[in-house]
């Protein structure tokens, strides 16, 4: 079956522009995650979804992230006037709960460049 | 909080030998230990994991792994290399009512020489 798909897989953009990126989940999957890979650095968490609710957002580093994931399938992490700093891999993993210990499928990343 | 620290950045083995990757980690509450192996533009893949009971654990592609609670280590072994093993292997850790969110270590990027 599909795994988790990610778009776009390349985004560059400005200093100060708005991006969204998106996360496809596998289907059937309640749990979703959000990680920022920074090069040389394992993946960092930044929020997790459980349904239609973000469980965990303690990860997302300032207010200029958000992430959205309205029907509880698809999410959008939002990400404001981007800063050279938010350079970066972000993975998105699913699973099929966050309650008890599920594998956590992950995508193949969005490389995020900001110029 | 949890943490994770992976000794070596880069290890070289040759094909046949042993592999051993280093894991130790830090956590105030009985840890989940993962291991994930990422192949160039793909996404992360789980090798293996420890949750509860037997504390040597098989994975995927001959790799295994012993949770040592007295050490707090979780190191990665295979017997003998083979060339479609290199790749950067992360060691995580998680625990229960935190959604099960991971805490990766910095990576061990494996090569494999003729």
């Known amino acids: 079956g599909a795994g988790v798909s990610q778009t776009p897989s390349n985004k560059v953009t400005e200093k100060g522009k708005y991006v969204e990126l998106r996360c496809d989940p596998i289907?059937?999957?309640?749990?979703l995650y959000w990680y920022r890979q920074s090069l040389g650095q394992g993946p960092e968490f930044l929020i997790y979804?459980?349904?239609?609710?973000?469980?965990?957002d303690s990860g997302l580093p300032n207010d200029r992230f958000f992430a959205v994931r309205p029907e509880g399938s698809v999410s959008t992490l939002k990400i404001q006037r981007t800063e050279r700093g938010d350079s970066a891999v972000y993975l998105c993993?699913?699973?099929?709960?966050?309650?008890?210990?599920?594998?956590?499928?992950f995508g193949p990343g969005t490389r995020l460049t900001v110029t | 909080a949890q943490s994770v620290t992976q000794l070596g950045s880069h290890v070289s083995v040759s094909e046949g030998a042993l592999v051993l990757l280093r894991c130790n980690y830090s956590s105030s509450v009985p840890p989940y230990l993962f291991w994930y192996v990422q192949y160039p533009n793909q996404g992360l893949q789980l090798l293996l994991k420890y949750t509860t009971g037997a504390t040597l654990v098989k994975g995927i592609n001959g790799f295994e792994a012993e949770f040592k609670k007295s050490e707090t280590s979780f190191h990665l072994t295979k017997p003998s290399a083979h060339m479609s093993d290199a790749a950067e292997y992360f060691c995580?850790?998680?625990?229960?009512?935190?959604?099960?969110?991971?805490?990766f270590g910095t990576g061990t990027q494996l090569k494999v020489e003729l």
């Open positions: 993993a699913s699973s099929v709960s966050g309650t008890g210990i599920y594998e956590q499928y």
């Open positions: 289907s059937g999957h309640t749990a």
């Open positions: 979804f459980q349904g239609t609710g973000a469980a965990d």
């Open positions: 995580a850790v998680s625990s229960t009512g935190g959604g099960n969110k991971l805490t």
